[in-house]
């Protein structure tokens, strides 16, 4: 495993808030657009998912939404999954046994809940470079929707831009991710 910690500087937050992608507000419409394997990266986005009656190959939940928890409903949907994972990630941060629960979970066969202690929302940008070519990773954009990115390669050069501008191994963070 390894023990890293990238931490997101106060220079990059205002360039997270431009979505990676296209917004949805309806989970159909998405999962049309979506190519798998799916990545979801969110308690609400993830239940809006599985209500719509697709599992992500990957889903990474923290059981909190906007900084609260979630409601039951949404906590008691996000099950069925066929492996879970658990790993601690402070708010702000990206740490190596993240990155190894996520490209674990990617190698393995059948889906993959990844319950995080502390906070996913950063895990968008290594899902994006992390999954297959054109596959979807779905997040959501607060009081908007959810985005989905296709992992082409503007989506993975702007996440890799993005992942290299945080503080900490950023090279060991994406030899990672790229399976090196």
Do not use: W
Request: with cysteine.
């Amino acid at each position: 495993m390894s023990d890293f910690v990238l931490d997101l500087p106060k220079s990059l937050r205002q360039d997270l808030k431009e979505p990676l992608g296209p917004i949805y507000t309806d989970a159909d419409a998405l999962l049309a657009d979506a190519t798998e394997p799916i990545v979801a990266v969110g308690d609400i986005v993830t239940y809006h998912l599985l209500t719509a009656g697709h599992t992500p190959a990957v889903a990474l939940v923290d059981e909190r939404t906007k900084r609260a928890e979630v409601d039951p409903e949404v906590r008691d949907a996000v099950e069925g999954f066929d492996h879970r994972r658990t790993v601690e990630n402070s708010p702000a941060t990206i740490t190596g046994a993240l990155l190894d629960a996520l490209v674990g979970a990617l190698a393995e066969s059948g889906t993959t809940l990844i319950v995080v202690d502390g906070e996913e929302d950063l895990a968008t940008l290594p899902a994006t470079l992390a999954v297959p070519d054109d596959a979807s990773v779905v997040y959501g954009q607060p009081d908007e929707g959810m985005v989905l990115v296709t992992a082409d390669a503007d989506a993975r050069e702007r996440c890799r831009t993005l992942l290299t501008g945080m503080d900490g191994p950023t090279d060991e963070a994406l030899a990672m991710l790229s399976g090196e």
